[in-house]
Nanobody
């Protein structure tokens, strides 16, 4: 079965960096678009970034452009999100997602807290 497991979240000061990982299994990772989403406290979940199956095409929310970088290692079935210059408003639970056969699979999420 499809399984996504995020890791790498934590507490970081404003201006700091974190790298999130999403380990995927149960499907042909290299064949699917992958995406990162986040849900800030009290708000709806939103798209952060997506990456095409070969990694050649990426898209970002305006709020993270120039600060976040999405990448993938198809040999390791792993998705990454490098987050730099973090701001307090980046505080959220971060999720990775894949759509397989019209169904969205989500990981359990990893908490990112940006605070001094």
């Amino acid at each position: 079965q499809v399984q996504l497991v995020e890791s790498g979240g934590g507490l970081v000061q404003p201006g700091g960096s974190l790298r999130l990982s999403c380990a995927a299994s149960g499907f042909t990772f290299s064949g699917y678009v992958m995406s990162w989403h986040r849900q800030p406290p009290g708000k709806e979940r939103e798209l952060v970034a997506s990456i095409a199956n070969a990694g050649s095409t990426t898209n970002y929310a305006d709020s993270v452009k120039g600060r976040f970088t999405v990448s993938r290692d198809n040999a390791k079935n792993t998705l990454y999100l490098q987050m730099n210059s973090l701001k307090r408003e980046d505080t959220a639970v971060y999720y990775c997602k894949v759509r397989v056969r019209w169904y969205d699979y989500w990981g359990q999420g990893t908490q990112v807290t940006v605070s001094s």
